[in-house]
Structures are given as C-alpha cells and as structure tokens.
C-alpha cells in the first residue's frame, strides 16, 4: 500500500499536481505522504488535511463501523499533534471534517479559539463538507468570526454534475477569498463506472473516458480552485487529468446540467453504497 500510494504521489507530482489533500481517518494514509515528503522533499506542495473522524474499521471492508465522528475540542488537539507529528513543516492547511450546519463547533468557543492558534503555526483553517444542506453549512461556517477575524479561509465541498446544490454558495466563498476545494467530482466513481449517456456520447465526441469529461466540468467552474482526484494508479491518475486538456462549449456544459439531481436524492444513494 506504501509503495502503490508513492507511485501515485510521484507520477502526480511529474504531472505538475502540487496540492496533496489527506485526512486523519484516511487509514495511514498521513503517514505514507509523510514518509514520502520527507523522501523526496518537494519545496512547492501544498498539503491539506483534516480531523474529527478516527478510522476503526481495523482494515476490514465488512466492518460494522468505519470511522467515528467527533467535533470536539479535545479530538482537534490529539488529531492536530498526531497530523503535525506525521506531516510536520508541509501542513499547509488542516480542515474540520464534514462539518454541518448542525455541528456542535458553531458553538463552542473554545474549539474555535483552538482553531484560530492554528495560525500561529502557520496552518491555515479550512472545512470541509457533505450531506445535503451543504449551501447553508459553508455561508453558516464564512460568517464564523473569532476576535473579530474570519475563521475559515478554504473550504471543500462536494461538486459534481450530479450534486451541484452548492454551486451558488461555493462561488460566494470564492469571491469572499475563501480557497475552494472541489472533492468527489466523479461521484465516488459513480461517473466513471456508469455514468449516465449523455456523458458517454460527449466523452465519446471528446475523445476522452467519462472520468476525464467529469473532470473537465468542474474545471469549467471559475470559482472552483482546486479540484480533488482520488486516483488509486498512475494509469487511473493519467486518464482522469485528460480532463485538463477538454474544452467544453455552452451545448457539452448545457447537456451535463440536465444530469442535475436534487441533493436529498443524490446524498441518500451515496449513503446506500458499499464501502469498498
């Protein structure tokens, strides 16, 4: 698993990828990135990650439970040293795991004053989001201040041409000068494995698999400045960033908008697939 994850990390970097995005419930996955940053020692990656999830599926795909979510205080200051001891000087940005608008962050004072110390070691304080009230979760988290100064300064959101619920709030976030992260562009592979014909044929047109044309829709958004892949091989990392190459015109943009479902709709099948 070490040395698949390096592969992927070392064709990504030749590629000119230079923003790597982990988290703490990832399974080891901070450790493999660290090791291989302290290996190769890139000086222009950005390297986010993130907290409030503890994996506890112990590697087992039939687990009865994968991972466990808490916004606490005292979770944010284990996980923090733990990221910190594992990624050191290269974290760049450390984010709250799939925050809602319903977490109890928004009212604890303290867990927000541990948020703004960040910054005093130069870690930027981001979020992240999921679940079908996205919109409101990050206009609810911008307008969170603490002494008087914006707590977040990026987000990430999932956006896909399935989930495109949070369009409106994320380019808010941008103009406001939040970093927005795009996560999930393929729909857990749901648009690469079977993805609906409309984008068949106009991948097919393009030259391109279904992955790459999802790719190429999100990098179509002028307010999304960072889009997320999860390539697993240097093969499936090369055929999702074709993408960057697809120009799509108004009729390709206006054929994928159809492809739009309801948040309710698109969060209640994500729920419902295998953990694999």
Not at 93 to 101: C, G, N
Not at 235 to 248: C, E, H, I, M, T
Request: aromatic content about 8%; proline content about 3%; cysteine-free.
């Amino acid at each position: 698993m070490r040395g698949a994850t390096w592969s992927v990390l070392d064709a990504a970097y030749a590629a000119g990828i230079r923003w790597v995005d982990t988290a703490r419930s990832y399974g080891r996955a901070e450790e493999f990135l660290g090791g291989w940053l302290t290996t190769r020692h890139p000086d222009d990656l950005a390297v986010s990650s993130k907290w409030g999830y503890t994996y506890v599926g112990d590697w087992k795909i039939d687990a009865s439970v994968h991972e466990v979510k808490e916004h606490s205080v005292d979770r944010y200051r284990v996980q923090y040293d733990e990221t910190r001891a594992l990624l050191n000087e290269y974290l760049s940005v450390y984010q709250v795991h799939s925050l809602t608008e319903a977490s109890p962050l928004f009212q604890d004072v303290r867990l927000q004053a541990a948020l703004a110390d960040a910054a005093a070691d130069g870690v930027r304080v981001g979020f992240s989001t999921s679940g079908p009230r996205q919109a409101d979760t990050i206009r609810k988290a911008m307008a969170l201040e603490v002494s008087g100064r914006r707590l977040f300064s990026t987000v990430q959101s999932t956006w896909n041409v399935l989930e495109t619920s949070a369009e409106n709030a994320l380019r808010e976030a941008h103009d406001a000068g939040l970093h927005v992260l795009v996560k999930e562009v393929l729909a857990n592979g749901r648009l690469a494995v079977e993805p609906p014909l409309a984008m068949r044929t106009i991948a097919a047109e393009k030259g391109v698999g279904p992955d790459a044309l999802a790719l190429a829709a999100a990098l179509s958004r002028s307010w999304a400045d960072t889009i997320l892949l999860g390539a697993a091989s240097p093969a499936q990392l090369r055929a999702n960033l074709a993408g960057a190459d697809v120009v799509l015109d108004e009729t390709d943009l206006g054929a994928m908008a159809q492809l739009s479902v309801s948040p309710e709709a698109y969060w209640a099948e994500r729920s419902a697939l295998p953990w694999t």
